[in-house]
């Protein structure tokens, strides 16, 4: 079956970076464009950054210029570089296909940004 194993989430100052990386499985992840999505709390997940199989990348106005989405297909996994992180960052992480498919959704890594 599909797993997707998210990681790299902590809690961090505002202004600071982390590196989020999602170990697929499951998959045959050089075909499938992915994507990180985020949920915050009272909020709906929203995609946050694709990239396509070609590696060709998209990001959400909120964080484009921060945000950095990269994939190893060898290694089977989607990386997020996540620089000058603001408080409105803090969420939880997931990774998923681009289009998301609902039985792919693993248990997400938690990203708090916090003085």
């Known amino acids: 079956q599909v797993q997707l194993v998210e990681s790299g989430g902590g809690l961090v100052q505002p202004g600071g970076s982390l590196r989020l990386s999602c170990v697929a499985s499951g998959i045959i992840f050089s075909i499938n464009h992915m994507g990180w999505y985020r949920q915050a709390p009272g909020k709906e997940r929203e995609l946050v950054a694709q990239i396509l199989n070609t590696g060709f990348t998209d990001y959400a106005e909120s964080v484009k210029g921060r945000f950095a989405i990269s994939r190893d297909n060898a290694k089977t996994t989607v990386y997020l570089q996540m620089n000058s992180l603001k408080p409105e960052d803090t969420a939880i992480y997931y990774c998923?296909?681009?289009?998301?498919?609902?039985?792919?959704w693993g248990q997400g890594t938690q990203v708090t940004v916090s003085a």
């Open positions: 998923n296909r681009s289009p998301y498919k609902n039985d792919y």
